[in-house]
C-alpha cells in the first residue's frame, strides 16, 4: 500500500504527541508519587492530632485503629491509580486529534506542491506558456515555484527555437528532393523505365522518411500514428533488396523470421530494419555472416560478424556521428544507429547492442 506524504506526516504528528505525552505521564506519576505519600501523611497526621484533642465528649475516639501513614498511603496510590486511568484514557484521544490536526495542517502545507505537480504533469509542447505563478510569502516553496517556472521559460525559448529550425530544414530538404525528381521525370524520360521507377521510388521514400523524422522531431510524446506493422515481412524485404550486395561479399545469412507484428509507423519502422541491415553488411567482413532474427517476445535481433569492437565503446555506437574501432568515415555517415535508438524510444521500445566474440555486433531490439 502506498502512503502519501501527506498520511505520513499526519501519523508522524500523532506518534510525536503520543511519544510526548507518554513521557510527560510517565514523569508527572513518578513525581506526584514521590511527593503526594509524604504530603498526605502531614495532612492526616496534623487532623489526627486536632481530632485527639477535642473537648468534646461525643468526638473522642475509645480506640484508634489506623495510623496516619497508613491512610495517606492508602489515599495517595487511590489518587496515583485515578491519575493513571484516566492518562491512559486522556493519551489516545489526544493522539488521535493530533493525528487529526496533523492531516489538515500537512494538507495545508502541501498544496502548493500539488499545485506544482499538477502543472508539470499538464505542461507539454504546445502549453509551455504557463507558469506555476505561485503567491505567498517568500519561502522554500515560492523559490521552487520560482526555479520551476524559470525552467520552463528556457524549455519554452528552446522548443520555439527547435520548430523553426525544423520548419527550415523540412523546406531545404524537400525542396533538393523536388528537384531530383523533376530531374529524373524530365532528364530520364527516354531511358529505362525501370531505372526510372528505382530512382522515384527511392526519392518518394526518401522524403517519405523525412517526413516521418520531422514528424518524430516535432513530438514530444512519440508517435501520432500506429498501425500494425509485419516486422518480419520487413526484414524479408530489407534482404531481398541487398540481395546483391549479400552475394558480392560473399556472406552467409542465417534467417530465423517468426510472425512479428508491432503497432507503430511503417515508414519508421523500415527504417529502422534498413539500417540495422545495412549497418550489419557495411561493417562486416568478406565471407562473414549474417543473422536476422524475429520473435514476438524478443523483437528484432541483427548479428554479423566484423572487426573487433571494444565492449566498453558499444554504447558509444548509438551516439551521432561516432563509429567504433576500424570504421572509417567513407563508411556512412555516423547517424545509423543513432536514428534507429530514436525510432525505438519514439516506439516505446528498447534496443541493446554487445560486441560478438571474435568481432562484429549484436543488435537487439525489443518493443513493448
Known amino acids: 500500500m502506498r502512503l502519501t506524504v501527506r498520511t505520513r506526516l499526519a501519523a508522524l504528528y500523532g506518534v510525536l504527541v503520543f511519544a510526548a505525552g507518554l513521557v510527560l505521564m510517565v514523569v508527572v506519576y513518578l513525581l506526584v508519587g514521590n511527593n503526594l505519600v509524604a504530603q498526605l501523611s502531614s495532612a492526616v497526621g496534623a487532623k489526627a492530632i486536632v481530632f485527639a484533642g477535642s473537648t468534646s465528649a461525643e468526638l473522642v475516639p475509645t480506640e484508634v485503629t489506623v495510623t496516619p501513614g497508613e491512610v495517606a498511603e492508602v489515599s495517595s496510590q487511590t489518587v496515583l491509580d485515578k491519575l493513571l486511568v484516566v ?39 504546445d502549453n509551455l506558456h504557463e507558469r506555476i505563478a505561485l503567491s505567498g510569502p517568500p519561502d522554500e516553496l515560492t523559490e521552487l515555484a520560482g526555479t520551476f517556472d524559470d525552467m520552463l ?49 527511392a526519392n518518394r521514400r526518401s522524403e517519405r522518411l523525412i517526413d516521418g523524422l520531422l514528424l518524430l522531431a516535432r513530438s514530444d510524446r512519440g508517435l501520432e500514428h500506429r498501425e500494425p506493422v509485419a516486422l518480419h515481412v520487413l526484414v524479408e524485404e530489407q534482404l531481398a533488396e541487398q540481395a546483391e550486395a549479400i552475394e558480392r561479399r560473399r556472406l552467409t545469412v542465417t534467417e530465423q523470421l517468426a510472425a512479428c507484428e508491432v503497432l507503430g509507423d511503417p515508414m519508421l519502422l523500415r527504417q529502422l530494419v534498413g ?17 536476422v532474427r524475429t520473435d514476438p ?12 569492437l571494444d565492449p566498453d565503446q558499444v554504447a ?22 543513432s536514428i534507429v535508438q530514436s525510432i525505438v524510444r519514439a516506439h516505446g521500445g528498447r534496443v541493446h547492442a554487445k560486441a560478438r566474440r571474435g568481432g562484429g555486433l549484436t543488435v537487439r531490439v525489443e518493443f513493448t
Open 153 to 201: 521559460a528556457r524549455l519554452e525559448a528552446a522548443f520555439e527555437s527547435q520548430r523553426r529550425f525544423i520548419a527550415n530544414a523540412s523546406h531545404e530538404l524537400r525542396t533538393p528532393l523536388a528537384i531530383q525528381r523533376a530531374a529524373v521525370q524530365i532528364g530520364l524520360a527516354d531511358a529505362d523505365p525501370d531505372v526510372v521507377d528505382k530512382l522515384l521510388a
Open 297 to 308: 517476445a524478443r523483437g528484432l535481433v541483427v548479428s554479423n560478424s566484423g572487426p573487433p
Open 87 to 125: 492518562s491512559a484514557v486522556s493519551l489516545p484521544v489526544l493522539a488521535v486529534l493530533a493525528i487529526a490536526v496533523g492531516w489538515w495542517v500537512s494538507g495545508r502545507v502541501l498544496r502548493p506542491l500539488h499545485q506544482i505537480s499538477a502543472t508539470a504533469r499538464r505542461l507539454s509542447s
Open 275 to 291: 539500417n540495422l541491415v545495412g549497418n550489419a553488411l557495411r561493417h562486416n567482413v568478406d565471407g562473414g555472416e549474417l543473422r
Open 316 to 337: 558509444e555506437l548509438f551516439e551521432p556521428f561516432r563509429r567504433g574501432g576500424g570504421r572509417t568515415s567513407d563508411e556512412g555517415t555516423g547517424l545509423g544507429l
